[in-house]
């Protein structure tokens, strides 16, 4: 039996298990769990100036290293911890990326607390409903828009690093507040 080949996004590197698995059950699907909202933060965090595969190859021990990316534990962390973990040969090992990683849990209660979740307070930002931007080729791709750079900006405010604007539309595009998933794409 012949099997078809599923249409996917061009950024998606044909034959990448690890690539097409993230595409395909993860990227551009709507969450609104704050643990899920902040481990996307810390990834695309780390991701900053690399390929996002180098991040998806350290995923689980992220998870390990962040106890399942849970902020409050995270926004715990001192010296002793960073320094763990700039010894910890899974992570991507640049301190100012690890030190952002638990400033921002520290910033990300504070929202969660004044909002009464950081998903609630994030898809604010998009009016609750996904901004479908019905993309049909790579050069369509932007690096950033408008809800993605004004999120960049209240966050940075707020003490958030490493979440300039192209970052945060990174977090915008996996976490489902925008489709950017080709027309031609299965997922779209």
């Known amino acids: 039996m012949k099997t078809t080949k599923r249409a996917r996004c061009p950024w998606v590197p044909e034959g990448n298990k690890l690539y097409c698995r993230y595409h395909d059950e993860e990227w551009g699907v709507p969450v609104h769990d704050d643990r899920k909202m902040f481990e996307f933060l810390v990834l695309e965090s780390a991701q900053a100036g690399l390929s996002w595969l180098t991040v998806l190859k350290k995923r ?9 990316f849970d902020p409050a534990r995270v926004a715990k962390f001192g010296a ?5 973990l700039l010894k910890n040969a899974g992570l991507i090992r640049n301190r100012a990326k690890i030190n952002a990683a638990v400033s921002n849990a520290r910033a990300f209660l504070e929202i ?4 009464g979740s950081f998903s609630r307070y994030l898809w604010a930002f998009v009016s609750g409903h996904a901004i479908n931007h019905c993309l049909r080729r790579l050069a369509d791709y932007r690096p ?12 940075k405010k707020r003490g958030f690093k ?27």
């Open 60 to 68: 689980e021990a992220y998870r390990e290293a962040f106890h399942n």
């Open 80 to 84: 002793r911890d960073v320094n763990r």
């Open 144 to 155: 950033t828009c408008p809800e993605a750079d004004l999120a960049a900006a209240e966050l």
């Open 162 to 188: 490493f979440l300039g604007p192209t970052t945060m539309y990174a977090h915008f595009q996996a976490t489902g507040l925008v489709n950017d998933h080709v027309i031609s794409c299965f997922r779209y």
């Open 112 to 115: 969660q607390k004044e909002s």
